[in-house]
């Protein structure tokens, strides 16, 4: 008998993530729970599962794993409770906006032996994570520097910026746990510069829109990132990695290879303008790597303490726009 | 209640289309048959079906089509007896070697108004359909010249070329249905030219393994066809389209969109080197259009009539290669 | 003391030649000679050179080496008068639309042991010549098929076609002299698909402007070549060659590296869109051959017999289109 | 009668632009001076110019405008003594390594009123020029975030190092400028990472090798940079502008558009790895551009204001670096 999954939370990702469980071989959605029933509904008739209530999931001997993919705000009391009543954990990112909170949630799922797996999608992708194999490989030699470009294709609304922790948590904090992943070695001090140039909306919000970072690790290594919340021309994810002997790097994902020529140029599409799009295949490579796991009884990657290392960046870098100046990362 | 399918030959094109009915919303694979008990069992396993006879099959009161992927010599009388029971019918390309068996097999399909599509599947590519759709729309003007670049990574052992009905009818038939597809107009005369440079086996064989062949419309459009059975590069697949207005082409997929630069300079990976992966998600799309067609009562495209002709344009090529001269195509 | 040039011509390909003697160390421009005094007096005085009538530059002490850039029907003549003066000959192609004046003139150039090279400059641009010094070198080991895509960005006027020989003898003819080049065999037979679809009065001159020929090889070899007369994004010069162990090709060569991605897409500028702009290079490089071969003492090429065997080629090709079959090409 | 030019340097770079001189249509070079005769004899005799002393062409009546190529240490001295002879100069960069030193020569030159260019080449490359073209043009809408990618092929001996001014002040001098040009507004902020990863020689010397920066101008626009004193692939050269309706980037130049597809991949080759190569177009445009500029009474650009501006940069960048903070830069 493969897997059995309990879905907590029937939004957008939730949906995502149930269609990957669907995928994956030794693997079954069993049941489905969210604060809108119709929501559940909806997802659990797509794959033969049930809709049940949270507790339900949470103490069901029929469950192994649960995928907790509801709001921010509750993922660390969910982490826990699941923890406690010894299922395997996938928790989409972040754990929580409170570092604190995140520190306490870590030590229960600690003392339990929790299997905790958090979703740093793009480490899965096809792309990043061919990247990673060659730098293992001694491709290029040592890694020095680390350059990631990640714009959204547009803004979100300003309702969502309110709560969103801000762009280093929100968005950013994809790209610190991929320098973290493709450096090989903790980032131990951040830079921010940023700026509010796309959407005055976000401004009025307290937050900023396009941003350049920059990480150094102990050793002297180096990762620079590229916000922004706007990119007309579609979601743009591309990483280099240039080392001694060598630079790797990846380029965007594209929908078809067509091109068309004509006495205006050559033109190929815009990029995918939609992250589920883009990164389908990291969602179902991600889901496929957590029953790899814990069915092999290997540790989880990326980790609980992954995400927290993503926050605390996340967090040096708040401070370091504030201050104007490096901050250092305490881990 | 969605489309019920039974699956006729349990090979390895088989289980591709098997699993493309399984991930086609609305559709259902119920029973397999094979000749080889073993094979039919482990994909009606893999998607809860049953394995049934082909006469079960054909008579089945809950099958509303049938899949036919056995061996090329059984595909005429499968689908005369499918035809005959009134299911709906894909079958994998060539109906037939033989043009006269075609004709006959098409004759019984009209006479009983069978639905039948045959599994030209790289009109759904999801690039060479957007190359299509860019033409369609305009974009390029007039068709002027096609140009379809179609070598295999290896070739095939010789047993297979032997009984293969020579690259031609085998290989290139694919060519010349996309070579139809894109011109929008039938073809009415061919030349070839070809040589066995690859393999001397394949020429032991009687056959040639690289070619070049010139097909001609009735108003004057062009499309060239460059064939190898070997490119050490992988499965080598484009397409261009020359019109009036502009050039539309579909440059080869890759794995990833990795790139490694270093002193022996800018690298990426070879193709992919099975048709198979080359043309997943053709497989994927071929069955959703057929199951859309049907629901809908469109007719099928690539319809009985497409295979036939692509098979008239092989016969033409052999005997152009023959006769060293321009054959006119007559269907 | 260098080489000492005199220039037979003084138009449009004249005024590139001046400027590629110009430009190469150990040569230098002399005389210049056209029938229409003015244009011969902007090129020598561009380069200091002196106004001369035909005949002085032919017997003039002081030069060693004449071009010949007059109208075709000129350069058989003056190629067997500069023979009898002793002059090298560097001679734009072709030599002449007959092949008996070719024979003729070639007899005449080889009992003066004259050093002649025919104007085929795609042999020296740095893209071809470097995809030519990569099949010697053996990286695609055996070479089995070529693929010459070669497009003019916007027909000829009809009064230019009247005279031009046709399609075949007056544009094609680089692309035998490039497959032969490639091939590194001489082509024996070819065949020629053309048809008038770009511009009625092309067609109305009794030629066309859309072609694609095949070449074959007595080894079997194959090139295949793609023509025409009009391509909206410019000047379309590309190729490929298919060995048994890889394929080596040179793209269209771009004005800039620029790239812009917006809303549309990503779109780069069209080709270069005249042959003198995209070819500089090439032409610079074939005088810089000339003067080093003929310092060298080494035979020239490609030589007067190369320019014979193109002009076959395309005589073949004429007669290919008119009677619809294979022609072989006897040398 | 065309612009007539005065050498004062007949090293590396010096031969370059005399060269540029004699390629631009009304310039031309008259006389050569350097400590070395040697060296000054070999430009002279290239170009038919004369050997003179410093002073005999800072004083020469039929001397227009002074190259100045010497090393670096000179260069503010030259230019005080041309401005005061009344000569048009050209200087390459850096004016001087002293910021107090080059004020007080910016002082001399105004005062003077002598045109003044300072050679920043990069501004001159086709590339870059139409990149800066298509952000002047509105293609990209404002102009948000710059990204600059500038590597050499490998570290300058540790003797050159010693003497250079350091990392920014030697290389990323060139990328300050190029920052300014895109942004079309002043920097006023500067954060510099870097370490020393390449050569440890260079950091015996007390340097980095390795490193990425990024400028804020006063509306929030932001730059980054990243260096390098190694790329094993190449000279890599790239910029890329980011702006509120689309990116505008020039990719890495080469010197073929050829590719090699094989069992191994598809492979270019490495990048031009001679800055004087990578840029040759750059410096004739350069120079043909201070002659036009001279000839039109149009204000030299870049101008040596331009020159103090990226030194500035430079010192604020090594503040930056020494004190882990951002830097304001003062102009």
Redesign the interface.
């Known amino acids: 008998m493969g897997m059995r999954f309990g879905l907590l939370g029937a939004g957008r990702i939730g949906t995502v993530h149930a269609a990957a469980v669907a995928g994956t071989a030794g693997a079954e959605l069993v049941a489905v729970a969210d604060a809108i029933p119709k929501a559940a509904e909806a997802i659990a008739k797509s794959h033969a599962a049930e809709v049940r209530s949270v507790d339900a999931i949470m103490n069901a001997k029929d469950i192994d794993a649960v995928l907790i993919t509801t709001p921010t705000d509750m993922h660390a009391d969910m982490i826990e409770q699941a923890a406690r009543a010894g299922k395997a954990i996938f928790c989409e990112k972040p754990i929580d906006l409170s570092v604190d909170r995140v520190r306490r949630c870590l030590d229960v799922a600690r003392a339990e032996r929790a299997a905790l797996m958090v979703g740093f999608n793009r480490r899965f992708d096809?792309?990043f994570k061919?990247?990673r194999a060659?730098i293992t490989a001694g491709?290029?030699g040592?890694v020095?520097?680390v350059?990631i470009?990640s714009?959204d294709p547009s803004p979100p609304p300003a309702t969502y910026v309110a709560r969103s922790g801000g762009l280093f948590r929100d968005m950013t904090i994809h790209d610190f746990d991929m320098a973290a992943f493709l450096l090989g070695e903790d980032p131990v001090?951040v830079?921010a510069?940023?700026?509010?140039?796309?959407d005055p909306a976000i401004g009025a919000a307290g937050d900023v829109d396009?941003?350049?970072l920059?990480l150094?690790t102990k050793s002297?290594?180096?990762?620079?990132i590229?916000n922004?919340r706007?990119?007309?021309?579609g979601y743009?994810q591309r990483i280099e990695v240039?080392g001694?002997?060598?630079?790797?790097?990846?380029?965007?994902?594209r929908?078809?290879?067509?091109?068309?020529?004509?006495?205006?140029?050559?033109?190929?599409?815009?990029l995918l303008s939609f992250f589920m799009t883009r990164y389908t295949q990291a969602y179902a490579n991600e889901i496929a790597a957590f029953v790899e796991a814990l069915n092999a009884g290997r540790p989880m990657a990326p980790s609980g303490e992954d995400g927290l290392k993503a926050l605390l960046m996340a967090e040096a870098a708040v401070k370091s726009l504030q201050e104007?100046?490096?901050v250092e990362i305490v881990y």
């Open positions: 096809p792309n061919e990247v060659r491709v290029i040592e020095e520097m350059s470009t714009r001090s830079f510069a940023a700026s509010n140039l796309v396009s941003a350049s920059v150094t002297g290594k180096i990762a620079q590229s922004s706007r990119a007309t021309y743009d240039h001694s002997k060598g630079l790797v790097s990846a380029e965007n994902v929908a078809t290879t067509v091109e068309v020529a004509d006495a205006n140029g050559y033109r190929r599409d815009p104007r100046r490096v």
